[in-house]
């Protein structure tokens, strides 16, 4: 596509489900990363990819939270038992090659959990 | 890790004039972007610049890595420019992006 596309745009949950992100980074892009943006904050790094695998995760918060890019181009971020805390717009960014390249960033998918 | 400072915080600007933002960071860094965050949420680049100058319509940036800052111009400002402009730098890994605070603008018409 022409750019980063995520989905949902916007995702409301009740406390302790299950939800999951979507990010399709630009064609051809071998690197994908992960950020989360709270309210008044800069977005914040969570996980990189390049190509399928996760080259760092350092940046998740905890073992809830959980990324996978099985084919190298579409990610997809897992939360498990959602918390109000994860509340929260959750970034993704591509890269045409690690390192120093430029990052692009899609529009966010807004997760709220009540 | 690096530490990269934004300022000012808030800024409100009449219409028509012009400004100056400012990255400081704390390490050598190969990555330096400047982004405008809409309402929407939505990270719209505006300069990937590590090193040196570059202009692009009203908006012009200039990077001195050796001095370890970044300044964004922004001349004859439009209500349109309006929102959260962040500073990112890669950081030790050499590939995340660290983000500043960012610099919230508001430009009144």
């Known amino acids: 596509g022409a750019g980063v596309s995520q989905t949902p745009s916007n995702k409301v949950t009740e406390k302790g489900k299950y939800v999951e992100l979507r990010c399709d980074p630009i064609s051809g892009h071998t690197a994908l990363y992960w950020y989360r943006q709270s309210l008044g904050q800069g977005p914040e790094f969570l996980i990189y990819?390049?190509?399928?695998?996760?080259?760092?995760d350092s940046g998740l918060p905890n073992d809830r939270f959980f990324a996978v890019r099985p084919e190298g181009s579409v990610s997809t971020l897992k939360i498990q038992r959602t918390e109000r805390g994860d509340s929260a717009m959750y970034l993704c960014a591509s890269s045409s090659q690690g390192g120093t390249g430029e990052l692009f960033f899609g529009e966010g998918s807004r997760l709220t959990v009540l | 890790g690096i530490q990269v400072e934004q300022s000012p915080p808030d800024l409100i600007l009449q219409e028509g004039a012009n400004s100056t933002l400012r990255c400081n960071f704390s390490d050598s860094v190969n990555n330096l972007q400047w982004f405008h965050q809409n309402p929407w949420g939505q990270l719209i680049n505006l300069f990937y610049i590590p090193s040196g100058t570059k202009q692009n319509g009203r908006l012009s940036a200039t990077t001195v890595a050796t001095e370890r800052y970044s300044l964004l111009y922004i001349s004859s400002s439009q209500t349109t420019d309006s929102g959260v402009y962040f500073c990112?730098?890669?950081?030790?890994?050499?590939?995340?992006?660290?983000f500043g605070k960012g610099t919230s603008l508001l430009v009144t018409p």
């Open positions: 990819f390049q190509g399928t695998g996760a080259a760092d």
């Open positions: 990112a730098v890669d950081g030790n890994s050499g590939y995340a992006l660290n």
